[in-house]
Nanobody, 123 residues
């Protein structure tokens, strides 16, 4: 059973960049499709991006397409989310998640979750 730990959040100005990391342990990382979700105050947890087992297939929400890039390094058991051109509406807690099925945009398809990392975009 895989355990996930997200990190890299912080306070950044609009148009700035951050890179989030999700470190996996306790399981075979390359067996899992992975995803990033975010949750704003009082809001539902929403899909951001997903990546397949070996990184060959990625998906993005329309709101982040062209600004965010998801990647993974199976040798390091780590997934990343490079966030560029950040906007105030990107402010949320970001969660990484893993599934032994195919990565989808539906949070209910993911069985394993990290603890979340706060991203705040503000001047």
């Amino acid at each position: 059973q895989v355990q996930l730990a997200a990190s890299g959040g912080g306070l950044v100005q609009p148009a700035g960049s951050l890179r989030l990391s999700c470190a996996a342990s306790g399981g075979t990382f390359s067996w899992y499709d992975m995803g990033w979700f975010f949750q704003g105050p009082g809001q539902e947890r929403e899909f951001v991006a997903a990546i397949s087992l070996r990184g060959g297939t990625t998906h993005y929400s329309d709101s982040v397409k062209g600004r965010f890039t998801i990647a993974r390094d199976n040798a390091k058991n780590t997934m990343y989310l490079q966030m560029n051109s950040l906007k105030p509406e990107d402010t949320a807690v970001y969660y990484c998640a893993a599934t032994q099925g195919l990565a989808t945009t539906n949070r209910d398809d993911y069985s394993y979750w990290g603890q979340g990392t706060q991203v705040t975009v503000s001047s």
